[in-house]
């Protein structure tokens, strides 16, 4: 198994070989975590997988698309998703994706958490998986090395679960409007609209969308302007710029929504983006199926 930074590229076939490689290659790697950070191109997908370590498979660009038999989950930047060991999963490039992901034995330490989950990622996590992938990879680690993959392995259970997942529904239809809807949020777009554009009665159209997502569309579409607004906050961009952009007609609109989903308003989030030791930057959360 090469060390380094992989950039996953050609064919779909040499692109299954490389990832079969590597999980054969996860499966005789010893030492209770293993970081590995991959380039994945926009719309590759990851076929159906397990292994019998755990993953905290995190975002550091782009947007991905965990599906289990469980539900999806959407994990935008600066988030991760902890997939326990022996879960099936596929995963899904919305975007380029720069991935770090760390791979636990499931007795690495007590306390891991036994569901799936997406969490934010502190600073102090962020620079510990960035640290982490310039270490010797597969073997027993020593000295500083083990301190650092030592720390990180204690600081999983710490991260913080966060309720504000995006969930996609299963219909192709639906789930092709809601990516249109999450390339250009607007607040403005209708029920009537999607269930035209579905080719489906309104009354057919929210049940079908509450069944596979769990959400109305009206509350979907407040989480997909709010997943849009948080990474441009928290890049310090303004109040009044990002409202616009996403459609509101004014900053106080904006903020009544953004408090009713995140508990707090922009300014507290972005006042808890500068301080990470009590606030993650941005958050993430699971998805109903």
């Known amino acids: 198994m090469p060390h380094g930074k992989e950039i996953f590229k050609g064919d779909a076939a040499e692109l299954g070989r490389l990832h079969e490689s590597r999980w054969q290659w996860l499966e005789q790697a010893v030492g209770p975590a293993v970081a590995l950070p991959t380039e994945y191109p926009d719309g590759y997908h990851v076929p159906r997988h397990r292994h019998s370590r755990s993953q905290l498979l995190h975002a550091l660009v782009g947007v991905v698309l965990v599906t289990t038999r469980h539900g999806r989950w959407m994990v935008p930047p600066d988030h991760a998703m902890w997939i326990p060991a022996g879960t099936e999963h596929s995963v899904e490039m919305l975007g380029d994706v ?9 007795d690495a330490i007590p306390g891991l958490p036994e569901g799936l989950r997406v969490v934010g990622i502190t600073e102090l996590m962020h620079s510990l998986i960035v640290e ?7 073997s027993e680690l020593e000295g500083r090395a083990a301190l650092v993959m030592g720390l990180l392995l204690h600081e999983i259970p710490n991260l913080p679960e966060r309720p504000l997942g995006l969930p996609f529904p299963s219909d192709p239809k639906l789930a092709a409007l809601c990516r249109r809807f999450v390339a250009a949020p607007s607040p403005r777009a209708t029920i009537d609209e999607w269930a035209d554009a579905a080719g489906m009665s309104r009354r057919s159209f929210t049940r079908a969308f509450h069944r596979q997502t769990g959400l ?37 609109a904006f903020t009544t929504m953004f408090k009713r989903m995140l508990g707090t308003s922009p300014r507290g989030y972005m006042r808890g983006a500068r301080d990470v030791g009590e606030n993650p930057r941005r958050t993430g959360g699971p998805i109903a199926a």
Do not use: H, N
């Open 216 to 252: 109305s569309l009206s509350t979907w579409r407040q989480q997909a302007c709010l997943f849009a607004a948080l990474p441009r906050l928290a890049d310090g961009e303004p109040i009044t710029r990002v409202a616009l952009d996403l459609g509101y007609d004014s900053v106080p």
């Open 132 to 138: 982490s992938e310039k270490l010797p990879q597969g």
């Open 98 to 106: 720069s991935m770090r992901s760390v791979y636990v034995m499931p």
